[in-house]
């Protein structure tokens, strides 16, 4: 059996990189990506696609080695904590969807929560006002972190050959260390890591760069890795957890050993939709992806797609109005579910869908500040900030199926690209800056841009919302796509453009993850595109009433796997907006 794999032929030349956030688009270039007519890479038994070929390397070996899916997606993951440290980690968190070949789905979530000392106003001045980089750079932005521990329960409860095993990869990269390229290299020269000294030890070698083809070896992250394959759990009850908090502590930071040993890992059932022959299977609170990706399809199911040019104007004004009003929704109605009642079941019916459906002009935009939510269908939305409920119950995506046919959507996210840009020195792991996922204040943008209420307001304990939106999808109850994507807020529309273009517009999975985005949040008012869409077609939806935004370049970074319904084949679309990632299949 011989590997496929392919590095992308697409090269991206200037500043930070597609797998890094929305919040440094506009550094990014604005080159069109050739996409009609590129193929996915193709394989038998296995795949693995994630941003870097390193890591795809990694998740692949074993499953050759006989390990399955989860298996392969924890190697995976930590791979990237090594090789991709913009938002590769052990410092953040994240969502592990499963599927296996038996039907069983579950949603692993490793969200990071909110310090118990954290307050509702904590970002804010004495007047109110929003303190500048206080949730997103710095000691008081980090949330505690959920990722070794969402890893080490995944592989525990679901994989076959044991941590050790699937950490060795990761450790022998973190030793022997890797050439970077040109682009990695960059990424490193970021300006605001020099303002932790031991990021900038580590990452800049104290202000002598690494340059292209140079090895970057991080001996701490690797003896943090021997200590967490030997007892994760010292992570968050032992030595280690002294030690992190000890670094932390030093610079300001909020987390104590209370916060490390009270974090818990929890098992969630996924949220399921339908849309015409499909079934989707996606990320729940304290994701706001799986609802408003179903919200979204429901709504968009009254109109038919198939009968529309992908990436045509009434194409791209259709789905912009359903993200219009699936996103009004989130932005009232979702916070972490221990803390608020999501009308869920509301939120996705089929009977609401359709009478959002109804508010829809074929050739005329709606204003969002004159929409209107259909009366009658959800229950208010809280008005103040929501309170623990009783005992109810820069980010990279990493697609895996494997032999048997079970399958993994496991997002994982720093938040900002390197996060907090604070490393705990003596681990050599960069923290994340998740506490800007909250409400900083009512009414005030976050890093996305996105407007959020109270049910996200920051609380001792509380996990933030997030967007991501790992998503498995079945066609005839067979498995048939394994989807997802970093981008902020446009990581479910970067995924419902992928479903779509896949299924109603007829693509195959690498053109649909290339062709060029389109985002709409609600607020602020406005129809984002990537490079690419047609000119003549940018007329006809201003013609509209759109306002148009083309200035972000690229955003999101789509790592998905199809399965051809026909022979069974594994099908990889691995985004062509990263130069070093890559899909690796047997
Ligand atoms: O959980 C979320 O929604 C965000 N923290 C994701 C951030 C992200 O995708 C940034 N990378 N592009």
Request: proline share 5%.
């Amino acid at each position: 059996m011989h590997t496929v794999r392919r590095f992308s032929s697409f090269l991206l030349i200037s500043g930070l990189l597609a797998s890094s956030c929305a919040a440094h688009a506009q550094e990014r270039d604005k080159a069109v990506l050739a996409w009609r007519g590129e193929q996915p890479v193709r394989a038998k038994h296995g795949m693995v696609v994630s941003v870097h070929h390193l890591a795809s390397d990694a998740g692949l070996n074993i499953l050759r080695e006989g390990g399955n899916a989860v298996d392969s997606a924890v190697a995976t993951a930590f791979a990237l904590a090594v090789v991709h440290p913009i938002a590769g980690n052990l410092g953040g968190g994240g969502f592990l969807l499963l599927r296996t070949h038996d039907g069983k789905s579950t949603f692993i979530e490793f969200r990071e929560k909110a310090p118990l000392a954290a307050t509702e106003t904590m970002y804010q001045d004495a007047k109110g006002n929003i303190i500048p980089d206080a949730s997103t750079l710095g000691y008081r932005s980090i949330a505690t972190p959920g990722s070794v521990a969402g890893l080490a329960y995944a592989e525990r409860t679901y994989g076959k050959l044991g941590l050790k095993r699937v950490i060795a990869p990761a450790i022998k990269l973190a030793s022997d260390g890797f050439a970077l390229t040109a682009e990695e290299a960059n990424e490193l020269t970021e300006s605001d890591l020099a303002r932790f000294p031991e990021s900038r030890s580590l990452f800049q070698r104290d202000g002598k760069f690494y340059r292209a083809g140079e090895v970057f070896k991080q001996p701490q992250l690797a003896r943090t890795l021997e200590r967490i394959a030997a007892d994760p759990d010292d992570f968050y009850h032992g030595k280690m957890a002294q030690e992190l908090v000890a670094d932390l502590s030093k610079g300001g930071s909020l987390i104590t050993r209370d916060d490390l040993a009270q974090y818990s890992v929890v098992e969630r059932k996924p949220i399921i939709g339908e849309y015409r022959d499909y079934t989707i299977i996606s990320a729940p609170p304290p994701s706001s992806g799986g609802i408003v990706l179903v919200s979204a399809l429901n709504i968009l199911e009254r109109f038919d797609l198939a009968q529309m040019k992908d990436r045509s104007a009434p194409w791209i004004h259709f789905i912009t109005e359903a993200f219009r009003r699936a996103y009004m929704d989130r932005a009232e109605y979702l916070g972490d579910p221990d803390f608020n009642r999501i009308p869920t079941a509301e939120l996705i019916s089929k009977d609401y869908a359709a009478a959002w459906s109804k508010s829809i002009e074929p050739d005329r935009a709606s204003p969002s500040a004159a929409l209107k939510r259909p009366a009658g269908f959800l229950p208010l939305a809280p008005s103040t900030a929501g309170t623990r409920q009783k005992e109810s119950p820069d980010t990279t995506h990493l697609s895996v199926v494997d032999a048997e046919g079970n399958a993994v959507a496991l997002t994982t996210t720093l938040n900002d690209s390197f996060g907090s840009h604070v490393t705990a020195g003596s681990l050599g792991f960069l923290l994340n800056d998740e506490m800007d996922d909250f409400t900083s204040k009512l009414g005030t943008p976050n890093m996305y841009g996105l407007i959020q209420g109270p049910a996200n307001a920051i609380a001792p304990g509380k996990r933030p919302l997030s967007a991501m939106t790992p998503t498995i999808v079945l066609e005839d109850g067979k498995l048939r796509y394994v989807l997802g994507s970093p981008g902020g807020g446009r990581i479910i529309t970067t995924v419902a453009n992928i479903f779509l273009s896949a299924t109603a517009g007829k693509l195959n999975i690498q053109e649909a993850v290339d062709a060029p985005r389109f985002h709409h949040q609600y607020l602020p008012d406005k129809l984002y595109l990537e490079p690419g869409v047609d000119s003549r077609v940018q007329d006809e939806l201003r013609d509209m009433g759109h306002t148009l935004d083309l200035g972000d370049g690229h955003w999101s970074n789509g790592e998905c796997i199809a399965i051809d319904p026909k022979t069974g084949e594994l099908l990889a679309g691995h985004d062509h907006r990263s130069s070093y990632g890559s899909a690796a299949g047997y």
